[in-house]
Nanobody
Framework: QIHVEESGGGLVQAGGSLRLSCKTS????????LAWYRQAPGKQREMVARLSTGGTSTYADSVKGRFTISRDNAAKRLYPQMNSLTPEDTAVYYC??????????????WGQGTQVTVSS
């Protein structure tokens, strides 16, 4: 079964940096897109950063200039480098991978999430 797994969350002070990691169970070229989402308490899940197969990156306005999404194909890992963190970045961060199945349907694969807490 195809899966993704996040790691690297934790507690960081405001202004600090953190790098999360997402490990995929299959080669990353088999996905149409890879992304990071987050969900803060009482809020809807939102897309933070997205990376297409072609290498195009997209960011939420709230993280532009602070977060950078990248991937290591050989290690099958997706990273967000998160800098200048603020308490508003506190959330559970999820890795998401999108692929097209053998039958042509879209499949979104989610990890269990990793908690990021930014203290003021």
């Amino acid at each position: 079964q195809i899966h993704v797994e996040e790691s690297g969350g934790g507690l960081v002070q405001a202004g600090g940096s953190l790098r999360l990691s997402c490990k995929t169970s299959i080669g990353m070229s088999r996905f149409n897109a890879l992304a990071w989402y987050r969900q803060a308490p009482g809020k809807q899940r939102e897309m933070v950063a997205r990376l297409s197969t072609g290498g195009t990156s997209t960011y939420a306005d709230s993280v532009k200039g602070r977060f950078t999404i990248s991937r290591d194909n050989a290690a099958k890992r997706l990273y967000p480098q998160m800098n200048s963190l603020t308490p508003e970045d506190t959330a559970v961060y999820y890795c998401s991978a999108t692929r097209t199945t053998y039958w042509g349907s879209r499949q979104d694969i989610w990890g269990q999430g990793t908690q990021v807490t930014v203290s003021s």
